[in-house]
């Protein structure tokens, strides 16, 4: 019998952060338990259609601070493929896989979850969102150099906008939950946050736009791309949905610059700050957290600990079932949203 021969995959948006673990667990299951990797191509669609590219310890090498994933990434659904199941044991048995490694958000380790428990496919998770809307884990990589994006893109519009005295509005990525709008909204020292865990007041903001101008003071405004306003819907920049159901979103921003000119008479700009968020260099925390996430994955595939996610909880890597890491999404907590409402205004 030869080594053992382990897949590895990655699903979903890209993040920084996603070669980092790539390269934990290559070396780690080389060096220490002499296992062979796979890499399928593109998510789902790897073992879906068997497109694959080796993976040894050459090819991990000088690939920690590069963003975006070697691998490449897709949205694919194999449960919204013709024989999708099948297609993917078959291909499985092809290429000697004795287990696969999922890195992904709630979509693609739902798909890991559902292959382990109903199908006896040997998958292991590892969590990557950059909204950090995943219950099971305190961080998930990718959040930290996005919210150090934003965050930085916040500074620089201060000032921008105080030279001209307008209003700035800057949409941040969060479809369901507003953590990079909270913590980089806060690091930045925005003068009114907008979330999708609580609608908003149209009115109320422009109150505060106005109070910042009587304080000779341009307000930045951040929203989260899933904010909606009290007395209406989700702002889409069209209807078309992905494999998984999801809309496009985009649009809040434009829309809220609009309201605050027309009912303010105050001029106002929207920066919307879309993939800049998630492309580029790692920070170092996220580069910490994507390694040690690879090493612990590897371990749970050496166990033997089949659907179950690598999470981190204070500062320990655990493993967590998988559907349980899925089950409901970690959103703001309204307490938490209250506390830094001081700052409003």
């Known amino acids: 019998m030869g080594a ?18 790539i390269r934990g667990i290559v070396r780690k299951g080389v060096q ?17 259609e068997g497109d694959t590219v080796p993976l040894d310890i050459p090819a991990v090498r000088g690939i920690l601070p590069r963003g975006g994933t070697i691998l490449g990434s897709s949205r694919t659904n194999p449960f919204k493929e013709e024989n999708g199941i ?23 380790l739902g798909v890991a979850a559902r292959l382990t428990d109903e199908y006896g496919i ?7 969102t950059i909204d950090n809307d995943l219950s099971a884990t305190d961080y998930t990589f990718g959040f930290d150099t996005a919210v150090g ?4 893109a916040i500074d620089r519009l201060h000032t921008t906008a105080e030279s001209h005295m307008r209003v700035l509005v800057v949409e941040v990525m969060g479809r369901h939950a507003g953590w990079i709008a909270l913590h980089s909204g806060l690091a930045g020292g925005a003068n009114v946050i907008l979330i999708p865990e609580q609608r908003f007041d149209v009115e109320q ?54 309201e605050i000119e027309k009912r303010t008479g105050k001029e106002a700009r929207t920066t919307v700050l879309g993939h800049v968020q998630r492309g580029g ?28 996610m690598v999470a981190l909880r204070g500062t320990d890597i655990v493993r967590v079932p998988i559907a349980e890491a899925t089950a409901k999404l970690k959103t703001v907590d309204p307490e938490l949203y209250k506390e830094v409402g001081v700052f409003f205004g």
């Open 149 to 152: 994006i934003a965050t930085e």
């Open 281 to 308: 260099t790692p920070s170092a925390f996220d580069r910490w957290l994507a390694t040690r996430f690879g090493l612990h994955a590897i371990e749970a595939v050496r166990d033997g600990d089949f659907g179950k």
């Open 32 to 48: 220490e338990y002499d296992y062979d990797f796979t890499g399928f191509r593109d998510g789902w669609r790897g073992p879906l």
């Open 205 to 258: 903001v422009c109150a505060w736009v106005t109070s910042r101008f009587k304080a000779s003071y341009a307000p930045i405004v951040v929203v989260a791309e899933g904010a909606m306003p009290k007395d209406g819907d989700m702002v889409l920049k069209d209807q078309s949905l992905d494999s998984f159901g999801h809309v496009r979103l985009s649009g809040v921003g434009e829309w809220l610059a609009k």
């Open 86 to 108: 099948r297609r993917i044991k078959e291909n499985l048995a092809k290429y000697e896989i004795d287990s696969l490694i999922a890195i992904g958000g709630e979509d693609t």
């Open 4 to 21: 053992k021969k382990i897949g590895v995959l990655t699903g979903g948006g890209d993040c920084p952060g996603l070669n980092a673990v």
């Open 122 to 128: 040997p998958v292991v998770g590892v969590p990557k």
